[in-house]
């Protein structure tokens, strides 16, 4: 359970590091990518992109599991599963149905509109991962510190 719950801190961390850095950086950035380069910039930005998230989103879910699984008695490992699963929620309802055919749309055309509906909303997702990261490291307190 140990290994698992600390892994599971460690790729949480990670993402919130990324969609942090996405927020922040990535997606602000498209605005300064001239013209001339920015489709093939933005194809490479989505297909290295999509490459270096979904394979810790899929480490993550797995750990969430494992932890419930082992510690089916605690509330926060329910909440934490619950705040995962609204993030993976949010991802295919709305991130996905939003920024796909905006992503499609950059790349046919830079446009300064679409960037900004792409910062807009992947707010949400940048909130619950955080929240989420505070809530695995109150996990891992209450597990190994106080040993409830």
Known sequence: MEIL??????????????????QCVQYPCLRIVPTAIFAPYHQKHVRNMTAVVVPPMLLEGGTALGV????PHLFLAWFNGGLLGLIWLVTVAIHTPIHTPIHLRLRERRSEDLIQKLIWFNWIRTVAWTLRGGRVLVLLWVLYIIKY
Not at 5 to 22: D, P, R
Request: hydrophobic share 75%; charged share 0%.
């Open 5 to 22: 719950l600390l892994t599971q801190v460690a790729v949480t961390w990670l993402l919130v590091g990324l969609i942090w850095m996405i």
């Open 68 to 71: 419930l699984i082992q510690a």
